[in-house]
């Protein structure tokens, strides 16, 4: 079992809680920040579209 914590659910955990993308805690250019900030706007952009929308 993978016991190592997966950037993209983090990035995804982080925009859960309004924490912005800027927090980012990895290196800017390794694959671990895009994953993390992959996740991170998946929901981010979710939530904003929602949020145009009225809803």
Do not use: C
Not at 5 to 33: L, T
């Amino acid at each position: 079992m993978n016991s190592d914590p997966d950037p993209f659910e983090q990035g995804q955990n982080a925009a859960r809680q309004k924490i912005p993308a800027e927090a980012n805690p990895y290196q800017d250019g390794s694959d671990e920040h895009a994953l993390w900030a992959a996740g991170h706007e998946k929901v981010a952009g979710a939530r904003e579209a929602n949020e145009s929308e009225g809803t």
